[in-house]
């Protein structure tokens, strides 16, 4: 006999500045946002691909005596060091080949609001001296530049890796770990987050019902099952995106197992005949689309079908120049 299927539960979700939660512990961490977003303190966020951090980032400049004020983001795994110290610092006409005006980067913009800066456990060692000058005197010279320039900026800055681990193996810089986190937010996991699952599956299928390709009303039991088993690698992000998979591929009223992503199904993705699957298949990999790009990373992660950020990640952990 089968299964009845899987239909919207009764209790509604807590939506906080996007973010959508009936997990206690979340719940907890909104409550302690507001206390933090009171002040000026340096927050640290902690979480992993996909959990939120920039939504947590945004919702302390809102709840903040900043709102309104400018608020930028900016991820420091994205950019060679020379773009990441311009986009943070700005520049002045002539200071490199190709600065042709001048530029004022993401501190002098976001001058008495608020700017996050996304993975700043990649930021180079150089570009973490200028960073920790700022925090200690509230002011930077841009690059080409003589003069210094004052700004009011809070941080706020997120990590997926311990920032000390990074400070052991001199990545980072101890007295700066110190600097950005003055109050550490930690975001667990989806897999982590009771009852989360279902209600941001409910909450995603609602927008998907909106854009009218398809009107989802119930899951099929070992659908949901499978959902609910799943340990959610790219969280909040994979979720939405195996919802999108499915309303792509399916159709009719209720979602099924066979419309979710081969992962959900317990099947390995397919391959390419002859694609290694090992460290060295991994690094051919890499080094073959670092060469057909000439080097550029932002290309070669598409290429590969990932993000700048991953492919930076890979890199170091294959000790790829």
Known sequence: MRARPHRRPEQA????????TVAPEMLQLFELMQKV??????????GETGTGKELVA???????????????????????????????????????????????GLFR???????????????????????????????????????????????VSATHQALRE?????????????????????????????????????????QLNGRGWRQVEAIAADAMEAMLEYEWPGNVRELRNVLEYA???GDGPELRLDELTPELRGEAPPRRVGEATDEAGERSRIEEALLK????????????????????????????P
């Open 293 to 320: 790009t000439r080097g550029r990373k932002g290309e070669a992660a598409e290429l590969l079908g990932m993000s700048r950020s991953t492919l930076w990640r890979k890199m170091r952990e294959l000790r790829l």
């Open 166 to 206: 990074a400070v052991e193996t001199r990545r980072f810089r101890e007295d700066l770990m110190y600097r950005v986190r003055v109050v550490p937010l930690y975001l667990p996991r989806l897999a982590e987050r009771a009852g989360d699952v279902e209600a941001l599956t409910w909450h995603l299928i609602d």
């Open 247 to 249: 309303f792509v591929i």
């Open 58 to 104: 945004r919702a302390l400049h809102a709840l903040g005596p900043r709102a309104g004020r400018p608020y930028h983001a900016l991820n420091c795994a994205t950019l060679t060091p020379e773009m990441l110290a311009s986009e943070l610092f700005g520049h002045v006409r002539g200071a490199f080949t190709g600065a042709v005006r001048d530029r004022p």
């Open 109 to 155: 913009l976001a001058d008495r609001g608020t700017l996050f800066l996304d993975e700043i456990a990649e930021m180079p060692l150089h570009i973490q001296a200028q960073l920790l000058r700022v925090l200690q005197t509230q002011t930077f010279v841009p690059l080409g530049a003589s003069e210094s320039v004052t700004v009011d900026v809070r941080l």
């Open 37 to 46: 977003a009171r002040t000026d303190a340096p927050v640290l966020v902690r």
């Open 13 to 20: 979700p807590t939506i906080f500045h996007g973010m959508v």
